[in-house]
């Protein structure tokens, strides 16, 4: 049976998966990342494992995808991953091909959860579309004419740190004011911590930022707390900014939503369509779609890895 | 020989000329636009002038390509053109074929003059890249991997109403802060309307919003007018600050400008280089380029609409 290898690299773990042509995994595993210093041993290390699977199932790999942080899908190399112990620029993919001898393509995460999703999820058959994953920080993908948009250095598609506020919150590139520090669980975060002085009777008050989770940022808003629900409101007020403006760039079908935010439906869906479409220019109002991703949690991020393998390999 | 028609329909005169394949225009005239209210008459009229050029001429023609305000590319119509006589929606590409019987191409101005510059000026061999024209307005043309970017309606690259400012200045379109009330002709204007009583010595004091036209500003700045070149380096920073969040898109190689304030170059590239560098992520700094367009201005509407059906053609 064809399959490809669907591979997600993670600062400690790394996710993998075989994948046929529907997009069904049929076997998947995880891996250590961290405990290899060495690249070249990771991918070793890996192949061993590996082998004996594609052995054992009578499995024939077409191909390899990798999702990783920093992923340059031109030079298919991992370009100064802060999180990953490999420093520096790693010459993935050259690594992959000479030890799996198979064709192996790299793109950062959020790409290949793109991906993912137009071959395998709810993005199938549009040919425009914008992708948001909504977690710790903010990643995105844009597709355009079908294709994924790399741009000229493989580097498109960082909707998460465009500018929402001039001046704003401090973010972690340096900069201030980036959509990231609202519109993701670290952007719920600050939002309680910034204003929870306008707001000592909620629940929240006496949490310090540390032991705040999105989750109890969540929970708190089933109890109406007006905290909770002005973070969750400040979340959807800068993303469906940034959407108005995005949109008048691409001029998507339709934009998708995935991750942590995005699982409090609720909250994000309806309340992010209002201020995107108050904040749109008339010829786009009303025409793009915010809808769910139809990835689930933990098998978006090795099926996005392998639908990049798949939609090169056709 | 081989042709294409290219037609650049405006409110008030509608240039057009034969072009060859390398871009050369071999013949140029115009045509009124306003006397026509009926879109038909106009196409007709266009018909007998031209058949007799074509004939004359021993053009072979292999097809006609149009920019128009407001032109759809996937409808082939011209839709609610505010300068236009014609009201509504007007098949612009079928009343065309039906007449002239040969292959039909639309676009807006913006797209068309984007194209242009891909085939016949500067953006040649440029995979990605963002083209801007500075004039009453802003407009816009964005390409991906080597394809204008038309989104999935047609509409896509109005970056002109990406809003730059927060609660900014009123704009024509309805909302407030786009680009275009800063970075423009109008918006140059706006600029020494709304700061000259902090600039009671310029020598713009005097002239009336009306009177002030975008020229009389430029010549004030050659005699350092301290409130002309703020007017200036106010649209430079808007301009800078929207490329910086357009670069995060598409991560173009580079950014061409055109029209009226791209020629005030002194003013304009190297201030919007700084503003836009200051405002990029990481990885997308001194990366992508600012540069003016290499095509001259009363050719470039006509070029661009030839491109358009040249692209098509191939």
């Known amino acids: 049976m064809k399959v490809v290898l669907g591979i997600d690299i993670g600062g400690t773990n790394t996710d993998y998966g075989f994948v046929d042509h529907s997009g069904e995994i049929l076997l998947r595993s995880h891996y250590s990342t961290d405990k290899f210093n060495k690249f070249e041993d990771f991918v070793n ?51 992959f091909q000479k030890k799996f001898n ?67 919150r401090q973010c972690g590139c340096g900069r201030k004011g980036c959509l990231e520090t609202y519109a993701s669980v670290t952007g719920l975060r600050k939002s309680v911590e910034l204003l929870k002085e306008d707001y000592q009777d909620s629940s929240l008050y006496d949490i310090s930022f540390e032991k705040l989770t999105g989750k109890s940022i969540y929970e708190a808003t089933k109890n109406n707390d007006k905290l909770a629900l002005k973070a969750f409101d400040i979340a959807a007020e ?36 209002n201020y995107m479409e108050e904040n749109l220019l008339n010829i786009y109002k009303n025409k793009v779609d915010i809808l769910p991703s139809q990835m689930i949690g ?11 393998a798949w939609n090169e390999i056709g």
């Open 298 to 308: 933990n098998e978006a991020a090795i099926k996005g890895a392998a639908a990049l």
């Open 102 to 168: 198979t064709p192996v393509y790299l793109t950062n995460d959020a790409n290949a959860a793109t991906i993912g999703e137009m071959l395998f999820g709810g993005a199938k058959g549009y040919k425009d579309f914008i992708y948001i994953t909504l977690g710790t920080g903010v990643g995105s993908g844009i597709v355009v004419n079908g294709q994924l948009v790399y741009g000229h250095d493989g580097f498109a598609g960082e909707l998460g740190h465009t500018i929402a506020v001039e001046n704003g």
């Open 238 to 273: 800068k993303l469906g900014k940034v959407l108005a403006n995005a949109i008048a760039v691409t001029s998507p079908k339709a934009i998708f939503l995935f991750g942590g935010l995005a699982n409090a439906k609720e909250l994000i869906f309806e309340q992010t369509k």
């Open 45 to 95: 290390s890996l192949y061993n494992e590996v082998s004996v699977q594609i052995r054992e199932n009578q499995y024939e790999l077409a191909g390899i995808g990798i999702g990783a942080p920093n992923g340059n899908y031109y030079h298919g190399t991992i370009e100064h991953a802060p999180n990953l112990n490999w420093k520096g620029i790693v010459p993935a993919v050259k690594l």
